[in-house]
Nanobody, 123 residues
Framework: VQLQASGGGLVQAGGSLRISCAAS????????MGWFRQAPGKEREFVAA????????RFADSVKGRFTISRDNAGNTVALQMNSLKPEDTAIYYC?????????????????WGQGTLVTVSS
């Protein structure tokens, strides 16, 4: 699976942004998808994940209630809708794919990673 993230940009605090990840490969519908982020000077952290069917999701406490994750298996895409953005959401966002049967928050569960897209939230 090859992953290509897009949609990042500059947004004001309180605003919204939708980032997407396009996947290639016939096995997309069989893999769980996750979003992770890494802010400058900080370690990569889990943001959200969704199972292969899309029925189950998981979110980091820091984004719960503000972010949603969805996927389109027919179109081989996964999206992260980010609302009520805060300056602390500023980071490079990475999508990842893995053959786990649950929405894992553990980076080691994912075998494939995209190149990342930068999200900057100004105060």
């Amino acid at each position: 699976v090859q992953l290509q993230a897009s949609g990042g940009g500059l947004v004001q605090a309180g605003g919204s942004l939708r980032i997407s990840c396009a996947a290639s490969g016939r096995t997309f519908s069989n893999v769980a998808m996750g979003w992770f982020r890494q802010a400058p000077g900080k370690e990569r952290e889990f943001v959200a994940a969704i199972t292969s069917s899309g029925r189950n999701t998981r979110f980091a406490d820091s984004v719960k209630g503000r972010f949603t994750i969805s996927r389109d298996n027919a179109g081989n895409t996964v999206a992260l809708q980010m609302n009520s953005l805060k300056p602390e959401d500023t980071a490079i966002y990475y999508c990842a794919a893995g053959g786990v049967g649950f929405p894992s928050s553990y980076a080691g569960s994912y075998d494939y990673w995209g190149q990342g897209t930068l999200v900057t939230v100004s105060s």
